[in-house]
T-cell receptor, first 109, second 114 residues
Framework: DQQVKQNSPSLSVQEGRISILNCDYTNSMFDYFLWYKKYPAEGPTFLISISSIKDKNEDGRFTVFLNKSAKHLSLHIVPSQPGDSAVYFCAARDDKIIFGKGTRLHILP | DTAVSQTPKYLVTQMGNDKSIKCEQNLGHDTMYWYKQDSKKFLKIMFSYNNKELIINETVPNRFSPKSPDKAHLNLHINSLELGDSAVYFC?????????????FGEGSRLTVL
C-alpha cells in the first residue's frame, strides 16, 4: 500500500538542462510534502518542501510544484549540475513522514 | 561535528543473533526516529520517540525493541535476527509539532544477516 509513489526509478539529464522528478500520492490528508536528496553511503538530506495550501515553492535552482487535484508533485532542478546526481526521495506528512522509493538522477556531462 | 550519528555503520551477523545499533543527536531535537530501507529501497518508518516516550510503532515485530535513555539517544536492539532483517537502518531526529517536520538523518547502519 504505497501512499507515496515515484514511478521512475531513474532519470538521465544533460548537464545544464532541466531535471523534472515526479511524485504521486494517494492520501488527501497529507499537509506537507518534502523532497530529500541522498548520496551513496550517506543519509537523506532535506532539500525543499511545500505546504498543501500552496502550489509552488522555489529555492534557488530547485522548485517544487504541487497539484492537489491530481495528487501530484514535481521537483524541477534548473540548470542541472553534476553534483545533483543522487537519489531523490519524495515524502509526505500526515502524523508521520512517508517516503517514496526514490528516483536516481544521473546528470550527464 | 556530526548532527545525527549512528554506530556501527556496518554490521554482519548470523541468523539468530541479537544486535544493537546506537544513535545520538546533538541538535537538541525532542523527537527521534528509526527508519528501515529494505532491498526494494522503500524508506519506512519503524518507531518514533518524543522526549523518551514512544509515539509511533509501525507494527514492527517485537523482536525490535527501541530504547531511549534520554531525548538525545535512541538505540535499536534486535533479537533473534532473521534474513529479512537485512537492510539499512537510518536514525533521524526532528522538532515536534506542526512545523516543517524536516528530518535530519544519520548516515545509516547497513545490517547483513547471513
Amino acid at each position: 500500500d504505497q501512499q507515496v509513489k515515484q514511478n521512475s526509478p531513474s532519470l538521465s539529464v544533460q548537464e545544464g538542462r532541466i531535471s523534472i522528478l515526479n511524485c504521486d500520492y494517494t492520501n488527501s490528508m497529507f499537509d506537507y510534502f518534502l523532497w530529500y536528496k541522498k548520496y551513496p553511503a550517506e543519509g537523506p538530506t532535506f532539500l525543499i518542501s511545500i505546504s498543501s495550501i500552496k502550489d509552488k515553492n522555489e529555492d534557488g535552482r530547485f522548485t517544487v510544484f504541487l497539484n492537489k487535484s491530481a495528487k501530484h508533485l514535481s521537483l524541477h532542478i534548473v540548470p542541472s549540475q553534476p553534483g545533483d546526481s543522487a537519489v531523490y526521495f519524495c515524502a509526505a506528512r500526515d502524523d508521520k513522514i512517508i517516503f517514496g522509493k526514490g528516483t536516481r538522477l544521473h546528470i550527464l556531462p | 561535528d556530526t548532527a545525527v550519528s549512528q554506530t556501527p555503520k556496518y554490521l554482519v551477523t548470523q541468523m539468530g543473533n541479537d544486535k544493537s545499533i546506537k544513535c545520538e543527536q546533538n541538535l537538541g531535537h525532542d523527537t527521534m526516529y528509526w527508519y528501515k530501507q529494505d532491498s526494494k529501497k522503500f524508506l519506512k518508518i519503524m518507531f518514533s520517540y518524543n522526549n523518551k516516550e514512544l509515539i509511533i510503532n509501525e507494527t514492527v515485530p517485537n523482536r525490535f525493541s527501541p530504547k531511549s535513555p534520554d531525548k538525545a539517544h535512541l538505540n535499536l536492539h534486535i533479537n533473534s535476527l532473521e534474513l529479512g532483517d537485512s537492510a539499512v537502518y537510518f536514525c533521524a531526529s526532528s522538532h515536534p509539532g506542526p512545523g516543517l517536520g524536516e528530518l535530519f538523518f544519520g548516515e545509516g547502519s547497513r545490517l547483513t544477516v547471513l
